[in-house]
């Protein structure tokens, strides 16, 4: 089984010790590859705020991305300047991304999804053959293998599998913080930039603003007849530069669905040891559990707003 991680996007402030960790955790006993496009530029998440964190050119990038990925399989990788990609948009893509008719919070979904097309480039022109597809952050860390995971199901099934639930649950989306699945599955991405403008047009509504990258993967490949399924454990999420409130913060978005059996119990023996050896106490993880179990009536109750949309 051969397993293609296309790690796409912005690099960000992650301690690299911190990093290359999480990485020997996913890759944990796979035959796979590391592909990555990136911009020159390195930034903050915007985070829900109102205001884009200001850029800084990364001095030496190709040395920066080849010391990250060291002693890891990755075969190819690219760049660019953000500020040039601003500059050549044209036509509908430049009015789609300059426009004010959208959601501020969406403003960085099509540079976005052009990195994780550029990615799906590189993966193309190797012409090697991958049994499984996922799409990675620079900025995502991995508390457990992904080998934990179903993957001959995963990779006989046409669908792609996200995060999208606990806490974190939205209809009709793709969560793209990590999603992935067969080869097959996971062509359509290598049309997605250019489809842009007719997947924001789309009339497909599921209560996200038109321009949001969740909203456009979802339609994206269910346009191709994929089917959307969530993971069983948060496997990932976006790291906040510092480990305490990212341990909460997954602990909060609930760590496994809400099942009691083998494999779920599985799934939170490797997240617990993760916590152990990043130094959180008992403590601490039982109060963020007992937290996030009080929550959870609210969470399912929230869901009702959803039966509308879904």
């Known amino acids: ?17 911190l990093f290359r960790k999480s990485l020997l955790n996913l890759t944990k006993d ?25 850029i800084n050119i990364v001095e030496n990038i190709e040395e920066k991305i080849k010391f990250l990925f060291r002693d890891f399989n990755l075969l190819d990788f690219d760049y660019e300047s953000f500020s040039d990609f601003k500059k050549k948009l044209k036509g509908e893509h430049r009015e789609i991304f300059n426009s004010k008719n959208y959601d501020f919070g969406t403003v960085n979904s099509l540079p976005q ?34 080998k934990l995971f ?25 969560y793209d913080i990590f999603f992935g699945g067969s080869r097959e599955s996971m062509n359509f991405i290598a049309t997605i930039w250019d489809d842009i403008p007719f997947l924001v047009k789309n009339n497909f509504d599921n209560g996200l603003d038109k321009r949001d990258c969740c909203r456009i993967l979802y339609l994206a490949a269910s346009i191709n007849n994929i089917k959307i399924k969530s993971f069983p454990s948060r496997i990932c999420d976006v790291y906040r530069n510092n480990e305490l409130i990212y341990s909460k913060y997954l602990i909060s978005s609930h760590l496994v669905k809400l099942r009691l059996n083998k494999k779920n119990i599985l799934y939170l023996a490797f997240i617990l040891k993760w916590f152990w050896k990043r130094n959180l106490s008992n403590i601490k993880i039982i109060l963020y559990l007992i937290k996030a179990l009080i929550f959870i009536p609210l969470v399912y109750l929230k869901r009702l707003k959803y039966l509308k949309i879904s």
């Open 150 to 174: 179903p993957l001959k199901k995963i990779i006989s099934s046409r669908k792609i599998f996200n995060l999208n639930f606990g806490r974190a649950y939205y209809p009709n989306r793709i």
């Open 30 to 54: 796979l035959d796979y590859t590391i592909f990555a496009y990136t911009w020159k530029e390195m930034g903050k998440s915007l985070n829900h705020n109102n205001n884009i964190p200001e």
């Open 113 to 146: 999804i052009y990195t994780l097309n550029k990615s799906f480039e590189l993966l193309e022109k190797s012409k090697l053959k991958f049994d499984l597809v996922f799409r990675c952050r620079f900025d995502s860390i991995f508390i457990h293998p992904i």
């Open 1 to 17: 089984m051969k397993i293609a991680f296309l790690f796409s996007g912005q690099l960000r402030e992650v301690e690299v010790d």
